[in-house]
């Protein structure tokens, strides 16, 4: 059985600046395309089978810097922020004091940014993970996506409920497996950034 990939995408503004970006199409800064391009090594070589990334340019720019074709997803989506979209943590305590998101979820945006909960975001990464599965029978599978999302997506895969998704930090521009053990699903690899290319070794 293969191992299922998770791509966060590269830095962009808004990630650097802590704004919550769910649907907003936020281009990545030239660190983040710089930090797509060197996750290539650590895929090079493997039995990739399949590649899909959420249909955001975030994305699939950050795929295709790591030299991989995707075919857009819509299930792959960042958790839609309703009202929150674009804003930081500190601005929306500023509203409602000790908010949480993984607790407190987010309220209605405006058009386009109706918002989700965290069981909705769970449904889509079910859904998601049902199409994969078969595929890992084959060879790898890669996932390029957002923080949050992958985030409960593995929780979904190491069959805890979404919120669980709370326990995994993810950064910018970094690699994550996942894979089974005994035929039970298990987490690989966790958060691994990209090796810089005065550190990788020489041919």
Same mark, same amino acid.
């Given at each position: 059985?293969?191992? @299922?990939?998770?791509?966060?995408?590269?830095?962009? #503004?808004?990630?650097?600046?802590?704004? +919550? %970006?769910?649907? &907003?199409?936020?281009?990545?800064?030239?660190?983040? #395309?710089?930090?797509?391009?060197?996750?290539? !090594?650590?895929?090079?070589?493997? !039995?990739?089978?399949?590649?899909?990334?959420?249909?955001?340019?975030?994305?699939?720019?950050?795929?295709?810097?790591?030299?991989?074709?995707? &075919?857009?997803?819509?299930? @792959?989506?960042?958790?839609?922020?309703?009202?929150?979209?674009?804003?930081?943590?500190?601005?929306?305590?500023? =509203?409602?004091?000790?908010?949480?998101?993984?607790?407190?979820?987010?309220?209605?945006?405006?058009?386009?940014?109706?918002? #989700?909960?965290?069981?909705?975001?769970?449904?889509?990464?079910?859904?998601?993970?049902?199409?994969? /599965? *078969?595929?890992?029978?084959?060879?790898?599978?890669?996932?390029?996506? +957002?923080? +949050?999302? @992958?985030?409960?997506?593995?929780?979904?895969?190491?069959?805890?409920?979404?919120?669980?998704?709370?326990?995994? /930090?993810?950064?910018?521009?970094?690699?994550?497996?996942?894979? &089974? #053990? +005994?035929?039970?699903?298990?987490?690989? %690899?966790?958060? %691994? *950034?990209?090796?810089?290319?005065? =550190?990788?070794?020489?041919?």
């Amino acid at each position: 059985m293969g191992e @299922l990939i998770l791509l966060r995408h590269g830095q962009t #503004e808004w990630s650097k600046a802590g704004r +919550h %970006t769910g649907r &907003t199409d936020i281009p990545l800064t030239a660190d983040g #395309e710089a930090a797509a391009k060197s996750l290539a !090594p650590a895929l090079a070589g493997r !039995p990739i089978r399949a590649v899909f990334s959420s249909p955001a340019q975030r994305a699939v720019r950050t795929a295709e810097l790591a030299g991989l074709t995707p &075919t857009p997803d819509p299930d @792959l989506q960042e958790w839609d922020y309703g009202g929150y979209e674009g804003m930081t943590t500190a601005q929306i305590r500023e =509203q409602r004091p000790g908010w949480y998101l993984w607790r407190d979820g987010v309220i209605p945006g405006g058009p386009g940014h109706p918002g #989700e909960t965290v069981q909705q975001v769970g449904a889509r990464a079910d859904a998601a993970l049902a199409r994969v /599965r *078969p595929l890992l029978a084959e060879g790898d599978v890669v996932l390029v996506a +957002h923080a +949050h999302f @992958l985030r409960i997506l593995t929780a979904r895969w190491l069959v805890l409920e979404p919120a669980a998704g709370r326990l995994f /930090r993810l950064d910018t521009g970094t690699l994550s497996t996942l894979g &089974t #053990e +005994h035929g039970q699903p298990v987490m690989l %690899t966790w958060n %691994t *950034p990209p090796v810089p290319p005065a =550190q990788r070794p020489g041919p």
